[in-house]
């Protein structure tokens, strides 16, 4: 960003001003230093070196405008306060504007090195601004918003989801992105710049990442079957003539008078249930069956779009987004006009939209207005803090956060017109009330409902065509920004080891998921997804996100925070934003977690009951990802000397400082 310079800011360091011509009031250059007020002292960072001065040099300081100085300081090797000059190799180092004894330390001084000179960044503004929207709005907008909606009071669901938005969902949106974009670190090593001894929050973030990754794409994996299956002149799911299809089968659509009973199945669910995912052939979690040899050609061929997509970084899935990010939108348009032109569209968007006042008096209702707009934002998954480490130090990610949380929760509420106007066009096919066509949910409201209105509609190949490269172009952008959380954190914790080879690094993790989601990919895979959907992420990730709001706004320090987002747009944030931050936002965190541990979900799916045991096993799974934060406090304070109470504040202290710009230099706030 670039300024005019005024009285109050400082001279470039190239400046041939010298100290005899240095009037009072102004910036001098001094032995090769930009000197202003000899009172206070920051260090400084030239080309992700730390600068030792000799004795001579030590005192000599340089207020700037910005809150940091120009001048050299001496800095202990290991950042921790401890001199270890051991370690240490000083080799001359000349530049433009001095020259000085330069210290590089270990790891540690290659690790600042590589963050400095190597860190890409995104070649527009809009690719970061498609791929926030692109990880932002996902499957869920299409099938879990409409169906929440209707389920909590229709239109007067939309107060709760507005009021846990403000005070929720955009503050913690807002502050991932500013933490990311100022410390410019992945989820695991930005902990040293913030509290050290909740790293483990980023090794929960990464383990929560995979479990994702494992059952997400699997969802893609079906959704890519249905579309491979719509290039037929006739859908396959539109008839009850199938080798797949039982005697249960009725077509309500055909041209016979033909009467819907309680057994009665349509072509629809059938063609999912039994061709796609082929539940009939397991027995539940205990015997998952064997594996389905279409859905993992379907899964591989999607890895393998993901991993070409982010193989050389946020350069190159920057520019994929622009497709899978946008077309969604395109396509959501062409359905909805054509859902508000079929007959008995009205009456689905009334059920959608109907106030049920009443219903704003019961608990459940605001917890589920929670952890919808807490999911759909996407917090704790490291994404935010990943994408917003490629920006430029003075971006306005504060503009960023509005735009595009507001695009999201409007997203969320246009796909209920989508889904319901087609909804109400079944009721209206059926003779039923919407509240029966309207029973199915989570996938099943697209892969079953959605897809057998498409499929009785004029020109249902094309329509149906489009609508599922929707839903994988809706799943593919969040595939791209839940990997890339993993590896930029891994890439920034571990440079000396993967910084140079990102593209084995993306190669081994995409397998590793693609292992990972085998179990998925069963003929009771379905059960597998639908219990990883419910424990695996849900009360993990609200954990995460609690200990990360408490760890900045606490520990780190409120004012310490407003500080760096001051450093970074030019303004403080208000109080509204403090006091979200500070008390509001973890409290609404802790809210949704107690609520959901005290109630935890009955599983169901289709005509299967989850067993007990199956509950257990969730919660096994949720908590091998959150046992890493407590561990790994243990072991900071066992590797860190002094007395317990010396190693906790050495703990909660930050190790390192974090690197500014500031033109060709680059500066250490401390």
């Not at 934002?377 to 507001?406: E, I, M, R, W």
């Amino acid at each position: 960003m670039e300024k005019k310079a005024t009285s109050n800011e400082t001279e470039p360091l190239t400046s041939k001003k010298d100290v005899s011509d240095c009037n009072e009031g102004e910036d001098c250059k001094e032995n090769g230093l930009l000197v202003r007020n000899p009172k206070s002292a920051l260090r400084l960072v030239e080309d992700g070196n730390k600068v030792h001065p000799s004795q001579g040099d030590k005192g000599e300081a340089a207020q700037i405008s910005n809150g940091y100085s120009g001048v050299q300081s001496s800095v202990p090797c290991n950042g921790m306060g401890e001199v270890e000059d051991a370690q240490c190799t000083a080799p001359a180092a000349t530049t433009t504007t001095t020259t000085t004894t330069s210290t590089t330390c270990g790891a540690e001084g290659q690790q600042q090195l590589m963050e400095l000179e190597d860190r890409e960044t995104w070649s527009k503004k809009i690719d970061f601004l498609l791929s926030v929207i692109g990880y932002a709005v996902d499957l869920g907008n299409v099938w879990r918003f409409p169906y929440i909606c209707y389920q909590n009071g229709g239109g007067a669901f939309l107060i709760p989801y507005t009021i846990m938005a403000i005070f929720g969902g955009i503050p913690l949106f807002y502050m991932e992105l500013a933490l990311g974009q100022y410390h410019r670190n992945g989820c695991i090593s930005i902990w040293r710049k913030i509290c050290p001894i909740f790293k483990g929050i980023g090794f929960a973030i990464c383990i929560i990442d995979l479990y994702v990754a494992s059952y997400y794409n699997t969802i893609m994996a079906w959704a890519f079957y249905y579309l491979v299956s719509s290039f037929t002149a006739e859908l396959p799911w539109t008839s009850c003539t199938n080798a797949w299809n039982t005697g249960n089968c009725t077509n309500y659509f055909s041209k016979d008078n033909v009467s819907w009973s309680l057994h009665s199945i349509s072509p629809a669910e059938e063609f999912y249930t039994r061709q796609v995912l082929q539940v009939h052939r397991s027995n539940g979690l205990d015997d998952l069956g064997g594996i389905s040899w279409q859905l993992t050609l379907c899964l591989l061929l999607i890895f393998t779009i993901v991993y070409f997509s982010i193989w050389k970084g946020v350069k190159t899935s920057g520019k994929v987004v622009w497709v899978t990010a946008t077309f969604p939108y395109i396509i959501l348009f062409i359905l909805l006009v054509r859902g508000a032109t079929l007959p008995g569209a009205w009456r689905g968007v009334l059920y959608y939209l109907k106030p049920d006042w009443q219903k704003l008096l019961a608990t459940e209702v605001w917890v589920d207005a929670a952890a919808q707009i807490f999911f759909s934002l996407g917090p704790g998954f490291g994404v935010l803090l990943a994408y917003a480490s490629y920006n430029k130090f003075h971006n306005n990610c504060y503009q960023d956060a509005l735009v595009t949380s507001t695009v999201n929760c409007v997203t969320s509420f246009v796909s209920g017109f989508v889904i319901f106007t087609v909804l109400g066009y079944m009721a209206e096919m059926r003779n039923e009330d919407v509240s029966e066509v309207a029973k199915d949910t989570g996938p099943s409201l697209l892969f079953i409902t959605y897809a057998e209105a498409i499929a009785n509609m004029p020109a249902s190949t094309f329509f149906a065509i489009i609508f599922f490269l929707m839903l994988l172009t809706l799943g593919l952008d969040s595939t791209f920004a839940g990997l890339e959380g993993v590896i930029t954190g891994v890439l920034d914790e571990f440079p000396h080891v993967w910084s140079k080879r990102r593209e084995l690094f993306v190669l081994g993790l995409t397998i590793v998921c693609f292992l990972g989601s085998l179990a998925t990919l069963t003929f009771g895979g379905a059960y597998v997804v639908k219990l990883f959907e419910e424990y695996a992420t849900g009360p993990a990730v609200l954990t995460v996100v609690f200990l990360e709001a408490v760890a900045v706004a606490w520990f780190y320090g409120i004012t310490q925070f407003c500080n760096d987002v001051k450093e970074m747009l030019g303004f403080t944030p208000g109080w509204y934003w403090r006091v979200c931050w500070v008390a509001i936002s973890p409290i609404f965190l802790l809210f949704v977690t107690c609520s959901f541990l005290s109630n935890p979900p009955e599983l169901r799916l289709f005509d299967y009951n989850y067993p007990y045991w199956t509950t257990v096993v969730g919660y096994c799974i949720g908590t091998s990802s959150i046992i890493c934060i407590p561990i790994y406090m243990v072991y900071r304070l066992i590797i860190t000397p002094g007395t317990l109470k010396e190693r906790i504040l050495k703990s909660i202290t930050p190790e390192t400082a974090t690197e500014i710009p500031f033109g060709d230099i680059r500066m250490n706030a401390v």
